[in-house]
């Protein structure tokens, strides 16, 4: 449920390369596997829904491994729409949880775990998100917290961070769509990482099922605790056609 409403609100569409998305996902925000969902009526506007995930297997750990997890999720979102304006919430519970976290001193980024192997009881996330379609630009803001919970309090935590997105239209063809995002990691209740993260996209719709486009993105993790982690910062790029069937 997290994954769908943020992402809706992600000017790149959460396209799948580093940057500002990379940020706000951070190994959590994920597609589940087996789920069941209700969705409400829309009444003003006001859309809510309501999710239940039961055991991911494989979904549960995206480590080496890829092992199974008995690792569930519940989660609500509401959204509203009106006119030119969106706006949404989403609240999700996730139990039992076994993220690849990277390593530390490595090109990979620690998590609030700061292990690759700890299974964590709780995670809770809050999204928040807006946006405004002016006609010429459509800027947006998301607001974005994970609380890992762990009775080992070494290996518990938070991700946090706020980004700022926009989309123009420059032709009816071609539009430019940019996203910048800013927050920190913490551990033990003590900074791990300042983050921020950057994307840049050129979008050209060849017709209504196919696109052209290009993307550049990076992301930075400068790191609180030299003795312990290192700085990290990835770059990528791509070029690609997609077409919807």
């Known amino acids: 449920?997290?994954?769908?409403?943020?992402?809706?609100?992600?000017?790149?569409?959460?396209a799948l390369i580093t940057g500002a998305t990379s940020l706000y996902q951070q190994g959590v925000v994920v597609r589940y596997g087996q789920a069941a969902t209700y969705q409400a009526p829309t009444m003003a506007g006001v859309t809510i829904r309501a999710q239940y995930a039961g055991d991911g297997t494989t979904y549960g750990n995206v480590g080496a491994t890829n092992t199974a997890t008995t690792n569930n999720a519940t989660s609500v979102s509401a959204r509203f729409t009106r006119g030119p304006i969106q706006a949404g919430a989403v609240y999700e519970v996730r139990n039992q949880f076994t993220p690849t976290a990277g390593t530390a001193n490595s090109a990979v980024a620690l998590l609030p775990s700061m292990t690759s192997t700890a299974n964590v009881p709780t995670i809770t996330q809050l999204g928040l998100a807006t946006s405004y379609n002016f006609g010429i630009v459509t800027p947006s803001v998301m607001y974005?917290?994970?609380?890992?919970?762990?009775?080992?309090?070494?290996?518990?935590?938070?991700?946090?961070?706020?980004?700022?997105?926009?989309?123009?239209?420059?032709?009816?063809?071609?539009?430019?769509i940019g996203s910048y995002t800013?927050?920190?990691?913490?551990?033990?209740?003590?900074?791990?990482?300042?983050?921020?993260?950057?994307?840049?996209?050129v979008n050209y719709a060849m017709s209504k099922r196919t696109r052209l486009y290009g993307i550049y993105g990076q992301t930075?993790?400068?790191?609180?605790?030299?003795?312990?982690?290192?700085?990290?910062?990835?770059?990528?790029?791509?070029?690609?056609?997609?077409?919807?069937?």
């Open 220 to 245: 930075n993790w400068d790191t609180q605790r030299a003795a312990t982690t290192a700085n990290v910062k990835a770059q990528q790029y791509g070029l690609g056609m997609l077409h919807t069937f």
């Open 1 to 14: 449920m997290a994954k769908n409403l943020l992402g809706s609100f992600d000017p790149g569409a959460e």
């Open 182 to 201: 800013t927050g920190k990691i913490t551990n033990a209740g003590s900074d791990l990482y300042n983050t921020n993260g950057m994307q840049a996209m």
């Open 144 to 176: 974005y917290s994970q609380d890992w919970k762990n009775s080992n309090n070494a290996l518990s935590g938070k991700v946090n961070g706020i980004q700022f997105g926009a989309k123009a239209p420059i032709t009816k063809t071609v539009d430019l």
